[in-house]
């Protein structure tokens, strides 16, 4: 983009940082940039690379909208996670697939993030994750760890070097100061939010640095703003091993799952003797791969992946089975290593351990997470991360703030329900609503929560305290 232009939105001067004000007031363009049927418009929104240094350089984000349908009442800005996935991609499937009630009052709103698809991306040279590949993930000696860290620090740095200045400021609170410049550039003196898993960690913290701009804002799979990598990480092996559980226990219900004792099991005491065959079952096969570490990270990975969905659980059958069988090709290459991901994670969640101290608390995690719990914490990339631990974790209150909406699943594959509880606990205008079931991400999966998310976001009413939605 050219220059700033200094044109008011109707948003008061009062509502922009000092300092930050130019980027608050921009003026943007919008064009057409539909989807196939779906009418939608783009822009571009210009933020500094280094909002503590908001008079150097630049980038822009892009920005894509789909306007109300109906009676506005305003905009709805939403983010689907990852760290690093596309707003951008995301939104038309949102504006297909969201309630028409929503469709209609709100102008739906996603943006790529800093860092993230067409808003100054992370990039790392070509072949640069090789040596990263070619190492154990998931190492289990102290000289294997020192080698994986060896190869995380060299990847790190020829990103960094690809990616120019941007690769030290992709953090969640940088994020946070450009949600309420799109805020501000919308004409919005309240931001209405809605934020799925990690754009639940972009919805706390803005709702902590701005807690009276807060508007009608959700938080689907909460995170917890109080972790750190360590804890994060714990939290994440956790919620997959409560997910193999129930996949596990619904293999009677499917024909295709390979764990044959399961699918005969009758009766509690059976049903739990089968779940730990087919949990010993699946370690063995992980564990099997040690010696094929670009294989075992992308089985460890599929499966994680499948297992967040229950409707993905028959696909997840047949991959298995295929493995079980000896046929290796159903591991699928997962592609480059996702570095806007481990970036942003990385200087989100500090971790300053030796690695002596990271396959110790590993080997803790796996006694109590026996199939995931090592694979998930042993070799993270955290440690050597390049300007990591940004955020400082702890608890959020948003003192000041509107009505809060919390959302967590009591068995979520990927964000624990005691996140969600902690998160809804600790904010001073937070209000907890419970899926009871499996999955990730209830919002539009459920229909009780999607009613209630609907209703609040509508009507600001909240769904009464303790309410709990079957799965």
């Known amino acids: 983009m050219g220059a700033l232009t200094a044109v008011g939105t109707g948003v008061p001067m009062a509502n922009a940082d000092a300092g930050d004000d130019r980027f608050h007031r921009q003026k943007v363009s919008w064009s057409s940039c539909d989807d196939r049927d779906l009418p939608l418009d783009c822009t571009k929104v210009t933020v500094p690379v280094d909002w503590a240094r908001p008079t150097g350089r630049t980038i822009a984000l892009?920005?894509?909208?789909?306007?109300?349908?109906?009676?506005?009442?305003?905009?709805?800005?939403?983010?689907?996670?990852g760290p690093g996935a596309s707003g951008v991609r995301y939104l038309p499937e949102a504006a297909r697939s969201w309630r028409g009630a929503v469709?209609?009052?709100?102008?739906?709103?996603?943006?790529?993030?800093?860092?993230?698809?067409?808003?100054?991306?992370?990039?790392c040279p070509d072949g640069a994750d090789e040596a990263l590949r070619a190492v154990d993930s998931s190492p289990d000696t102290l000289a294997e760890r020192l080698t994986q860290e060896a190869a995380v620090r060299t990847w790190a740095r020829r990103c960094r070097a690809a990616s120019g200045p941007i690769f030290d400021h992709v953090d969640t609170l940088s994020?946070?100061?450009?949600?309420?410049?799109?805020?501000?550039v919308l004409g919005e003196a309240k931001l209405s939010f809605l934020g799925t898993s990690y754009g639940?960690?972009?919805?706390?913290?803005y709702a902590d640095r701005f807690p009276t701009r807060v508007g009608r804002m959700v938080l689907d799979s909460a995170v917890d703003p109080a972790s750190d990598n360590r804890a994060?990480?714990?939290?994440?092996?956790?919620?997959?091993?409560?997910?193999?559980?129930?996949?596990?226990?619904?293999?009677?219900d499917r024909a295709g799952c390979p764990f044959s004792d399961l699918g005969q099991a009758r009766g509690r005491a059976e049903l739990a003797k089968g779940q730990a065959q087919g949990r010993a079952e699946l370690a063995k096969l992980l564990q099997a791969a040690d010696s094929r570490p670009a294989e075992q990270g992308e089985l460890v990975s599929m499966t994680a992946a499948l297992l967040r969905t229950p409707g993905y659980w028959p696909g997840l059958d047949g991959q298995l089975a295929r493995v079980l069988a000896g046929d290796h090709s159903a591991i699928q290459p997962t592609g480059a290593v996702d570095v806007a991901n481990v970036a942003i994670n990385c200087q989100d969640l500090p971790d300053h351990r030796t690695a002596r101290q990271v396959l110790a608390d590993a080997k803790g995690t796996g006694r109590s997470r026996p199939v995931f719990g090592y694979e998930f914490t042993s070799g993270t990339m955290c440690p050597q991360w390049p300007n990591g631990g940004v955020v400082k974790p702890r608890p959020v209150t948003a003192r000041g703030s509107a009505p809060i909406l919390v959302v967590g699943t009591t068995r979520d594959a990927a964000t624990p329900y005691e996140w969600a509880r902690s998160t809804a606990r600790h904010l001073a205008n937070g209000r907890l609503l419970t899926r009871a079931g499996s999955g990730h991400a209830a919002y539009g999966d459920n229909a009780c929560v999607t009613e209630a998310v609907d209703r609040y976001l509508l009507d600001a009413v909240l769904p009464a305290t303790g309410t709990v939605c079957a799965g």
């Open 62 to 81: 892009k920005v894509r909208r789909h306007r109300a349908t109906g009676t506005r009442q305003g905009s709805l800005l939403t983010n689907p996670g």
């Open 103 to 123: 469709t209609a009052g709100f102008d739906l709103v996603s943006w790529d993030p800093r860092g993230v698809g067409e808003s100054a991306p992370l990039t």
């Open 175 to 184: 994020n946070v100061r450009d949600l309420d410049v799109l805020r501000a």
């Open 200 to 205: 639940t960690r972009i919805g706390i913290w």
């Open 232 to 252: 994060f990480l714990n939290g994440q092996a956790m919620s997959v091993e409560r997910a193999l559980d129930d996949y596990l226990a619904g293999c009677a």
